[in-house]
């Protein structure tokens, strides 16, 4: 099993970032596909999650401003951040569960500048 994420980096505030995370190794398609969140020195938080038929739900401080999405042909998740913010500044960590079942990718490190 693995997820890789990607897309993170060095933004202004205002502007939009895509984040990326390629699934391989399960059933991608029964799978919740959630994206969380850290911040230093604090626990992961959810930020958003998707269903396998894409029923999704957001934290309500993202919720207008970041659209979770995925494509089960090609065993890929999305997190369409868009009006970042530095408060949105936090590692990313792509996770996919099912049952019992909870898999973690890497982090990737999102930077919003003011």
């Known amino acids: 099993v693995q997820l890789q994420a990607s897309g993170g980096g060095l933004v202004q505030a205002g502007q939009s970032l895509r984040l990326s995370c390629a699934a391989s190794?399960?059933?991608?398609?029964?799978?919740?596909m959630a994206w969380h969140r850290q911040f230093p020195g604090k626990q992961r938080e959810l930020v958003a999650h998707?269903?396998?038929?894409?029923?999704?739900d957001y934290l309500h401080s993202v919720k207008g401003r970041f659209f979770v999405s995925r494509d089960n042909a090609l065993n890929m998740a999305y997190l369409q951040m868009n009006n970042v913010n530095p408060e949105d500044t936090a590692v990313y960590y792509c996770?996919?569960?099912?049952?019992?079942?909870?898999?973690w990718g890497q982090g990737t490190k999102v930077t919003v500048s003011s």
């Open positions: 998707i269903s396998g038929r894409g029923a999704a």
């Open positions: 190794g399960f059933t991608f398609s029964d799978y919740v």
């Open positions: 996770n996919a569960q099912y049952g019992s079942q909870n898999y």
